[in-house]
């Protein structure tokens, strides 16, 4: 996602102690007792950024969807089969779920038909 999960959730950077790298804090610390208009201001320009903030987030999630996407397409080309099948069609669909269970024998194989 390119942020943490905390900024995509609430839209603001935790303040947290072990982080030096980068600057979790928008703005100065507070030498004083902050004003309740004040703290107002600063979630509002906050909330003006979201927006852009989310775009950024959505593009780079759904990138490394593709990506990913992409990349078991190549993983699995030889496994992977585009059967094109009409509507009417009789397909079933082996059950897998049951191949490591050890009262599998009066079990469906397949499931079906869909």
Request: charged share 25%.
């Amino acid at each position: 996602m390119g942020c943490s999960p905390f900024f995509a959730a609430t839209g603001c950077h935790p303040v947290l102690p072990l982080d030096v790298f980068e600057a979790t804090y928008l703005m100065p610390a507070p030498d004083h007792l902050v004003s309740t208009t004040d703290l107002i201001g600063a979630r509002a320009r906050a909330l003006a950024r979201r927006q852009q903030d989310l775009e950024v987030i959505y593009s780079k999630v759904y990138e490394a969807r593709l990506a990913a996407a992409r990349q078991l397409e190549r993983d699995h080309t030889t496994t992977i089969r585009d059967f094109d099948f009409q509507r009417g069609a009789l397909v079933l669909m082996r059950n897998t779920a049951i191949e490591k269970s050890l009262n599998r024998k009066m079990r469906p194989r397949y499931l079906g038909p869909y």
